[in-house]
Nanobody, 134 residues
Framework: QVQLVESGGGLVQPGGSLRLSCAAS????????IGWFRQAPGKEREGLSC??????????????KGPDSVKGRFIISRDNAKNTVYLQINSLEPEDTAVYYC?????????????????????WGQGTQVTVSS
């Protein structure tokens, strides 16, 4: 049974950082791509980042990607031994307030690509609330 459990959300002041975790069970990351999404009140759920199953290649939405020479505020990573994917968010802004979700999809690509759209994912976690406020 595929299951995803997010954790690590909470209340944080502007400028702070959080590391969200997505613990996977019932499958291994070797053949499942993982994506991170968020949904702010009154807004559509938007894709942030994904990590491929084959080699851990990453992809970021244009809205969270930093300039070419600068790493963006969002960093996705994984620990295969723990079957867990992380989303590090730095320099948090009030606009980052949302419920953050991870999603999984059976998806293996030799090129290291991963799905980026919401409707490409079959399995979802319950979400973790991130609130950025002073």
């Amino acid at each position: 049974q595929v299951q995803l459990v997010e954790s690590g959300g909470g209340l944080v002041q502007p400028g702070g950082s959080l590391r969200l975790s997505c613990a996977a069970s019932g499958f291994t990351l070797d053949y499942y791509a993982i994506g991170w999404f968020r949904q702010a009140p009154g807004k559509e759920r938007e894709g942030l980042s994904c990590i491929s199953s084959s080699d851990g290649s990453t992809s970021y939405a244009d809205s969270v990607k930093g300039p070419d020479s600068v790493k963006g505020r969002f960093i996705i990573s994984r620990d295969n031994a723990k079957n867990t994917v992380y989303l590090q968010i730095n320099s948090l802004e009030p606009e980052d307030t949302a419920v953050y979700y991870c999603a999984a999809q059976y998806y293996y690509s030799d090129s290291g690509s991963c799905p980026t759209l919401r409707n490409e994912y079959s399995y979802w976690g319950q979400g973790t609330q991130v609130t950025v406020s002073s």
